[in-house]
């Protein structure tokens, strides 16, 4: 399967930190490319930098702990994100999903991962969490992009999608509810 430049395009804005699904998504529909496809290639896109993100978080800030002068900023910047993360710490990885999947600048996978990181939320947790907050955000993206006239054909497209995050926001809800 070969990839025309505009579907590389809308790939690779979706790994992007300051852009992610809010801009590849657009993007991708106004450039032409079909929502499921545009949809598709951006999620893709997205959730490959998540794996990386989670396992690198810990090593480095190992290393930044390491350096006397970087080390005091990045404790206040940690009391200061552990602070502000109440709804998230409360909810935990359930916290985590609902704050990615909430399209707003400052809420995506790299944030995302930042705060799994810093509330000590567990790799597969985190990772179920953060794609299924990305698959939400990117779902609203996509509707939010497509507007109200194309709504009502994009919503069979999307029902199967709908059917699986729900399936696995339960599986999710009977996880924590067996560790707890």
């Keep these: 399967m070969e990839f025309s430049l505009n579907e ?7 790994t992007v930190p300051l852009g992610e699904l809010r801009v590849s998504i657009p993007y991708g529909i ?18 490959l930098p998540i794996i990386p993100l989670l396992l690198l978080l810990n090593p480095i800030s190992d290393i930044i702990n ?5 080390n005091n ?21 359930i916290g985590l999903l609902l704050f990615v999947a909430v399209p707003l600048p400052g ?10 990181f810093l509330l000590g939320i567990r790799f597969w947790y985190a990772l179920i969490s953060l794609t299924l ?28 999608i709908i059917a699986g995050l729900f399936i696995l926001s339960i ?7 067996k560790r707890n």
């Design 8 to 14: 590389w395009k809308v790939l690779l804005l979706s």
């Design 30 to 47: 106004y450039i032409g490319l079909s929502p499921i496809k545009t949809f598709l290639l951006a999620c893709i896109g997205n959730f």
């Design 66 to 70: 390491k350096v006397p002068k970087i």
């Design 73 to 93: 900023y990045y404790q206040k910047f940690l009391m200061k994100t552990r602070k502000k993360s109440g709804n998230v710490e409360k909810y935990g990885a």
């Design 107 to 116: 809420t995506g996978i790299y944030s995302g991962a930042v705060v799994a």
């Design 133 to 160: 907050g990305m698959v939400t955000a990117g779902i609203a993206i996509t509707l939010a992009s497509t507007g109200a006239k194309q709504l009502s054909s994009l919503i069979y497209d999307f029902e199967y």
């Design 171 to 177: 599986a999710i809800w009977f996880i924590k509810k």
